[in-house]
């Protein structure tokens, strides 16, 4: 027997007796127990010998004796061809750390098929509402954030949350009904939470422009809308009834034009615009408010043009016929207008135009708005522009309005330039608005009307504006007006 098997030998021996215990008649090696009741000083002595009963293996057992029989039978194997020096010497490492791990071993330790995974260590757990770390305390945990009981608190609020039911928004907490109340939208008009659909989710209606938020019911329940600024307030918000099917919120009353003598400044005052824009009107052109009615029936009257749905606001008449025009501006009673009265004018045609009217009772900016666009209906029909299609007649048009509300709402600095070379100014004129100047509410309606000339969704309308929008700031307007003189189109 070769030295290295020798000394396998000799290590499995000593290791087998001291696995299995000593001999019998062998003294014990462990150390004696005291005697229950004993003092100090009592005898030591050794437990009583119990029968010999062969006790159940458990699983470390098994790997020990494994242990063991895997070197012994690697013992008696022939020898292998050494490869390098000192493999025997590594072998012998190999056993011994073996039977070191196998004497580490506790057999007597219960095996856990379940151990603890992942176990937070304890000075680890930080409190998402202090931030300290919450140490050996009671806790509070959810979705991987810990809290002190006294921290854990909503964020809205700031009081204790005692519920079970609760809302985390990323670390912070709310109570279910303060998370409502911040993210919940609610409607602008019955100032109610928006109900959920039949898909659970919440839908609801939103202005354009404005941003306001409502119930898509109000759509159907006859909730008023302002026919300006087209927004609807508020429940039990004070409405102005003109009289014809229209309301009129009460910002938009502020400015509104109400008679046919109101509106003469505001029509000089556009003449002059055009003026400024060498664009100078030869005749001039009678302008008169009237009732929705009455523009109604003379729309009807007239024979050519297309007309701006779902409501005509002005019209530029080229027929002879009796309009009945508001004499007087109304008195206000209440939410309704009192005291109104008219009266006919004759219309008679001393030229291509014989009149343009405009519903009675709309904002300034948006009578002005309207005015601009069928005063230049009237300066093409005065200057010879004939047989334009809808297109190109009604997106011209839209552009003055467009322009004229530009310049009275934008400061000079910011408006729209158009090259020297296709105008006798190199700037839109100066209007009321650098005189006078204009308030935070005009402004912003005189921008909602831009923006609904802008993102109109009709062809005439909407179409035409664009393209003749995109040409005047490509050519400018004079040499965009000759070229649809020239052709009947837009430049491109």
């Known amino acids: 027997?070769?030295?290295?098997?020798?000394?396998?030998?000799?290590?499995?021996?000593?290791?087998?007796?001291?696995l299995k215990g000593p001999k019998p008649g062998e003294p014990s090696r462990r150390r004696p127990q005291v005697a229950a009741g004993e003092g100090e000083g009592a005898l030591w002595h050794q437990r009583p010998a119990r029968?010999?009963?062969?006790p159940p293996r458990n699983e470390n057992e098994e790997l020990v004796d494994r242990a063991i029989a895997e070197p012994l039978a690697e013992a008696v194997?022939?020898?292998?061809?050494?490869?390098?020096?000192?493999?025997?010497?590594n072998d012998d490492e190999d056993l011994t750390r073996a039977v070191q791990d196998s004497l580490n071993m506790n057999p007597y330790t219960p095996y856990n098929p379940y151990p603890p995974s992942q176990a937070q260590p304890i000075g680890h757990r930080v409190c998402g509402g202090c931030k300290h770390e919450i140490g050996r305390g009671h806790y509070l945990s959810c979705m991987g954030i810990?809290?002190?009981?006294?921290?854990?608190?909503?964020?809205?609020?700031?009081?204790?949350?005692?519920?079970?039911?609760?809302?985390?928004?990323?670390t912070d907490s709310y109570h279910k009904l303060c998370y409502k109340e911040l993210h919940h939208p609610k409607c602008d008009v019955c100032?109610?939470?928006?109900?959920t659909n039949g898909s659970g989710l919440i839908e609801y209606r939103a202005h354009p422009f404005w941003g306001q938020k409502y119930c898509p019911s109000h759509e159907r329940d006859r909730t008023p809308r302002c026919c300006s600024c087209e927004k609807m307030e508020p429940r039990n918000t004070k409405y102005m009834s003109l009289g014809d099917g229209r309301g009129l919120c009460m910002e938009c009353l502020g400015s509104a034009v109400m008679d046919t003598s109101e509106c003469q400044p505001l029509y000089h005052s556009i003449r002059d615009y055009y003026e400024g824009m060498d664009m100078r009107l030869d005749q001039q052109i009678p302008v008169l408010l009237v009732e929705r009615q009455a523009l109604?029936?003379?729309?009807?009257?007239?024979?050519?043009?297309?007309?701006?749905?779902?409501?005509?606001?002005?019209?530029?008449?080229?027929?002879?016929?009796?309009?009945?025009?508001?004499?007087?501006?109304?008195?206000?009673?209440?939410?309704?207008?009192?005291?109104?009265?008219?009266?006919?004018?004759?219309?008679?045609?001393?030229?291509?135009?014989?009149?343009?009217?405009?519903?009675?009772?709309?904002?300034?900016?948006l009578t002005g708005s309207i005015l601009a666009h069928e005063l230049m209906h009237g300066w093409l029909r005065l200057k010879g522009y004939r047989n334009l299609n809808a297109e190109v007649e009604e997106g011209i048009c839209q552009v003055m309005s467009y322009l004229w509300l530009e310049s009275e709402i934008l400061p000079s600095s910011s408006r729209h330039a158009q090259p020297s070379s296709s105008s006798s100014s190199s700037s839109y004129p100066a209007t009321s608005s650098e005189k006078g100047g204009?308030?935070?509410?005009?402004?912003?309606?005189?921008?909602?009307?831009?923006?609904q000339i802008a993102n109109d969704t009709s062809t005439a309308y909407g179409d035409?504006?664009?393209?003749?929008?995109?040409?005047?700031?490509?050519?400018?307007?004079?040499?965009?007006?000759?070229?649809?003189?020239?052709?009947?189109?837009f430049p491109v």
Not at 77 to 89: A, F, L, V
Not at 191 to 195: M, R, V
Not at 438 to 451: Q, W
């Open 146 to 170: 810990y809290w002190h009981p006294q921290c854990f608190r909503c964020r809205s609020c700031g009081h204790l949350i005692r519920e079970t039911e609760f809302t985390l928004l990323g």
């Open 191 to 195: 100032l109610q939470f928006i109900p």
């Open 464 to 489: 035409g504006f664009r393209t003749a929008y995109a040409a005047v700031n490509k050519y400018g307007l004079r040499q965009t007006l000759s070229h649809i003189r020239l052709t009947g189109g």
């Open 438 to 451: 204009i308030s935070h509410t005009g402004k912003k309606l005189g921008e909602f009307f831009m923006h």
């Open 51 to 54: 029968p010999k009963i062969d």
């Open 1 to 18: 027997m070769s030295p290295r098997t020798e000394r396998r030998s000799g290590l499995m021996k000593w290791l087998c007796r001291f």
């Open 296 to 365: 109604n029936e003379a729309m009807e009257g007239e024979s050519k043009g297309p007309h701006h749905m779902p409501e005509t606001r002005g019209l530029c008449l080229s027929e002879e016929r009796t309009v009945s025009s508001i004499l007087r501006r109304p008195r206000i009673g209440g939410n309704r207008l009192l005291g109104m009265r008219t009266r006919p004018q004759k219309l008679t045609r001393r030229c291509e135009v014989t009149a343009i009217l405009v519903l009675y009772g709309l904002p300034r900016l």
């Open 77 to 89: 194997k022939p020898p292998r061809e050494k490869t390098h020096r000192g493999e025997d010497s």
